[in-house]
């Protein structure tokens, strides 16, 4: 919606890779997205893990994250992988 395209598909790979087709939109906003949004959050919680409390929090938060994601996730690579994180961080 924020590009005006339209995601089809979304495709993870047991690699941790993956690739997402769609339609239309400003592909030089679209391209960089995956790569800005993973070092947005990756600062994110870097930034809450300077003490217990906030540490505590960010895992809670990336777990409440991966157990809702799971909710638009209908291949088994990324059920595994988000089941994966969300034990890892509890």
């Known amino acids: 919606w924020l590009t005006c395209g339209k995601v089809i598909a979304i495709r993870v790979f047991e690699n941790e890779g993956g690739v997402t087709q ?22 994110f919680f870097v ?9 505590t929090g960010a895992a809670a938060l990336l777990v409440v994250i991966l157990l809702v994601s799971l909710c638009y996730a209908p291949n088994r ?6 089941l994966f994180y969300a034990v890892l961080t509890s």
């Open 22 to 43: 769609y339609i239309g939109g400003c592909r030089i906003a679209i391209i960089p997205a995956g790569y800005v949004g993973s070092a947005i959050w990756g600062s």
């Open 47 to 55: 930034m809450l893990s300077g003490g217990q409390k906030t540490a």
């Open 77 to 82: 690579t990324m059920i595994k992988i988000n």
